[in-house]
């Protein structure tokens, strides 16, 4: 079975300022998904970004961006130029290929953006 | 387009009673899955349901069931409730199954039982 560890409980960045969130990851599996989703106060997930494993170039979505490392299995956030909006729990989940839409979610990081 | 619809939003519920939760997916989306989310244990996948199947069951006990209606609705019902029930009960849809799909969360169901 896979797992997903997120080391970090809570993090805190200040405005316009770059943020590193960690995610490790276990799998026997070679060809998979992982995601970052962001939880707000509305308790409504929302995709932050998606990369596929066998994609070697990390994803980027405009602030958004992530560092894959494969071989470690490790697959970090960073958010730049962080604004207040951003604050809000975050979770990285795995998908397997062929596990359907069945997500493993780690435990979660929240994030505190201070002004 | 209307978004993923969850109801109702909070439910109280006494030990021993049964709930059931519902799910209106986004227009289209033939795949809808569930997920618990609790404090001591995180975000556990429950089940998903694509044109009327269930495709994948998480480890739940069988309290814990669903289905999934010919308009891609979806219920979940958890029968003999227990103090450890109590969670945040979110329904995710999506168009398709696995590969590329994007997964679109409503609000959840916050479900307290006493």
């Known amino acids: 079975a896979q797992t997903v560890t997120q080391s970090q409980p809570e993090m805190s960045v200040q405005e316009a300022e770059t943020v590193t969130l960690s995610c490790t990851y276990d799998?026997?599996?070679?060809?998979?998904?992982l995601f970052w989703y962001k939880q707000p106060p509305s308790r409504q997930m929302i995709l932050v970004i998606r990369?596929?494993?066998?994609?070697?170039q990390n994803a980027t979505e405009n602030r958004f961006s992530v560092n894959f490392q494969k071989a470690a299995k490790s697959f970090s956030l960073k958010i730049s130029d962080s604004q207040l909006g951003d604050a809000a729990m975050y979770f990285c989940?795995?998908?397997?290929?062929?596990?359907?839409?069945?997500?493993?979610f780690g435990g979660g990081t929240r994030l505190m953006v201070k002004p | 387009k209307a978004g993923v619809t969850q109801t109702p939003r909070y439910l109280i519920k006494t030990r021993g009673q049964q709930v059931t939760l519902s799910c209106s997916p986004i227009?289209?989306?033939?795949?809808v899955s569930w997920y618990q989310q609790t404090p001591g244990q995180g975000l556990q996948f429950l089940f998903e349901?694509?044109?009327?199947?269930?495709?994948n069951k998480g480890n739940f006990p069988g309290r814990f069931s669903g289905r999934q209606f010919s308009n891609s609705r979806s219920e979940m019902n958890v029968s003999t409730l227990e103090l450890g029930d109590s969670a945040l009960y979110l329904c995710?849809?999506?168009?398709?199954?696995?590969?590329?799909?994007?997964?679109?969360f409503g609000s959840g169901t916050q479900l307290s039982v006493l």
């Open positions: 995710a849809s999506s168009l398709a199954r696995g590969q590329d799909e994007k997964l679109f």
């Open positions: 799998t026997s599996e070679s060809d998979y998904y």
């Open positions: 990369q596929e494993a066998y994609k070697q």
């Open positions: 989940a795995y998908r397997s290929r062929n596990a359907g839409n069945m997500l493993t």
């Open positions: 227009s289209g989306h033939r795949s």
């Open positions: 349901y694509f044109s009327e199947t269930q495709r």
